[in-house]
């Protein structure tokens, strides 16, 4: 187990995958947000410095280069408000949803030793933002955090989800929210098998350099972590909203 939980996840640190985001996006994404009210407000006060998906869109698509290891190739990531995400890399596939983890390489598919831990949204910033938003979740009060950019934020949401890894571990669907001094997400943080020390570690997505597109700030650069280590970087150069994504795009056979 300690050698598949190694290869799967990060160190509780808010700096993980680098998507440099060039997006394009929908004018039904800019709309007026009413003052922030119920337990969600806090999210929905960062959704207001983004200017942006008081309603979550239905998907989210973004293309662009990933380099890992100083390799780059063509990506696409294709996710859903049903937490399902498709991510193509070169000739490589990865499929997560609530149910499913996989992987399919060149017509291949490997099934993953464990569901993803809630993260498959975490990538898309703004987008899962918007989507915890609007779920039944409990947010915690913000605790000062250091980042890089200046003093900022720490929020911690959680649902009343689980998920069992390897018949035996009990993961919680909790992620600290990071906001920098401008009020923007800079990054988001899980952790994980905090009951079993020896395995404990934490995947994370740091975000930066945002710009103002079609009236909504979203980041340009996100940075992926594994056990505080980078291990990828994606320059976007587009972002589409509410594009088709039939529930078979994330089936074993849809990947082919």
Do not use: C
Request: glycine share 6%.
């Amino acid at each position: 187990m300690n050698t598949h939980i190694q290869k799967l996840y990060l160190r509780h640190s808010f700096l993980a995958a680098v998507i440099t985001v060039i997006p394009v996006m929908p004018a039904v994404l800019a709309q007026t947000v009413g003052p922030p009210q119920g337990p969600a407000a806090p999210l929905q006060q960062i959704l207001r410095a983004h200017h942006a998906l008081t309603t979550p869109p239905a998907s989210v698509q973004i293309r662009g280069t990933l380099t890992r290891e100083k390799v780059s190739e063509p990506v696409k990531i294709t996710a859903t408000r049903q937490e399902e995400v498709l991510v193509e890399s070169g000739t490589a596939k990865r499929v997560a949803t609530t149910s499913v983890h996989f992987e399919d390489k060149q017509g291949k598919v490997t099934p993953l030793p464990t569901l993803s831990g809630f993260t498959q949204l975490d990538a898309t910033s703004v987008f899962f933002l918007a989507q915890i938003a609007a779920r039944p979740v409990t947010v915690a009060p913000a605790v000062p955090a250091v980042m890089p950019g200046g003093p900022g934020q720490r929020i911690r949401v959680r649902s009343n989800r689980t998920e069992l890894h390897y018949g035996k571990i009990r993961v919680a669907d909790e992620v600290d929210l990071y906001i920098g001094p401008a009020g923007l997400l800079t990054g988001v943080s899980r952790s994980f098998y905090e009951s079993a020390p020896p395995f404990k570690f934490s995947h994370a997505y740091a975000f930066s350099d945002y710009k103002e597109t079609n009236g909504i700030l979203l980041p340009y650069r996100i940075e992926r972590y594994l056990k505080g280590r980078k291990v990828e970087t994606i320059a976007v150069t587009s972002y589409e909203f509410d594009v088709p994504a039939a529930p078979t795009l994330f089936s074993p056979k849809g990947t082919r």
